[in-house]
């Protein structure tokens, strides 16, 4: 992950190279429920203002007022993130591992801390969202591969115990994809247009 060119959010998903848990597999629907419950109750019940409970407004303001990124604001954007990213994986069958609050469990993301005042610009983040648009609809349209691939997974994995390379680096591609958009759109992290790949 610490390449020269490297985009500043990067993510690695660690392939379970093994035969997966063929029973949590088939109820994976089902044993999403408290994982998903613990989601509503960290948003505040879909209440905030902010994208669940990732701090994007207020981001936004102290960059364009302050020209700062207070560290504690990045540090949970960045644990929450982790957090919502285990339990993608584990929802799209990438992991058998329940998600962990905690634990990166094989889930490596990695957003670089942005000094605001000499690395980002304070009037881009009013915009961002809006430049990231060509990104959102590719993505709506990978998603919707996503969703083909898992429900094919599910299949392999209940009748072969593992998920074929190909299909997950496909889903950590779309992850990683996603993942950068945000950094750019929605955390605010940096101001380098995100990439159209799934590298």
């Given at each position: 992950m610490e390449q020269k060119n490297a985009y500043p959010a990067e993510l690695v998903l660690d392939?379970?190279?093994r035969p997966m848990n063929r029973a949590t597999t088939f109820f994976r629907p089902l044993m999403l429920i408290p994982a998903i419950i613990l989601l509503v109750l960290l948003g505040g019940g879909g209440k905030t203002v902010s994208l669940g409970t990732v701090v994007v407004l207020p981001t936004l303001l102290t960059i364009l007022f302050r020209r700062k990124y207070p560290k504690w604001w990045f540090d949970w954007n960045l644990a929450f993130v982790n957090f919502m990213t285990r339990i993608g994986a584990y929802a799209c069958l990438l992991t058998?591992?329940?998600?962990?609050?905690?634990?990166?469990?094989?889930?490596h993301v990695q957003l670089v801390y942005p000094q605001a005042g000499t690395e980002l610009n304070r009037w881009l983040p009013l915009v961002k969202w809006l430049l990231a648009i060509p990104h959102y609809i590719v993505l709506m349209v990978l998603y919707v591969a996503v969703v083909v691939v898992?429900?094919?997974?599910?299949?392999?994995?209940?009748?072969?115990?593992?998920?074929?390379?190909d299909m997950f680096k496909f889903v950590e591609g779309v992850f990683r994809w996603h993942l950068r958009v945000a950094a750019y759109s929605?955390?605010?992290?940096?101001d380098i247009y995100p990439p159209f790949s799934l590298e």
């Open positions: 392939y379970a190279d058998d591992v329940y998600p962990s609050t905690d634990e990166n469990q094989g889930v898992v429900v094919a997974g599910w299949f392999m994995i209940l009748i072969n115990g593992r998920m074929p390379l929605v955390f605010l992290t940096t």
